[in-house]
């Protein structure tokens, strides 16, 4: 084998290592769905609901229902 074929495989290696690396990462900052049904519930019972004011907003040549 000559030096290219060494620089070929290191170079797939260190692809492979750093895809692993970079997934695994990825694994463990991924929440868990409990913990996102969780803060989707929370939000929603904060988060403020708009003001009925009865007031009709837009341009003139939009549906008004």
């Known amino acids: 084998m000559t030096i290219l074929d060494y620089l070929l495989l290191a170079g797939f290696g260190a692809a492979v290592l750093y895809t692993g690396y970079r997934l695994f990462v990825g694994w463990l900052r991924s929440r868990s769905p409990e913990t996102v049904d969780q803060s989707k519930a ?3 019972s ?3 609901k708009p003001a009925e004011t009865g007031f009709i907003t ?6 008004r229902d």
């Open 46 to 48: 904060i988060k403020p």
């Open 42 to 44: 929370i939000e929603f």
């Open 58 to 63: 837009g341009a003139p040549w939009q549906s």
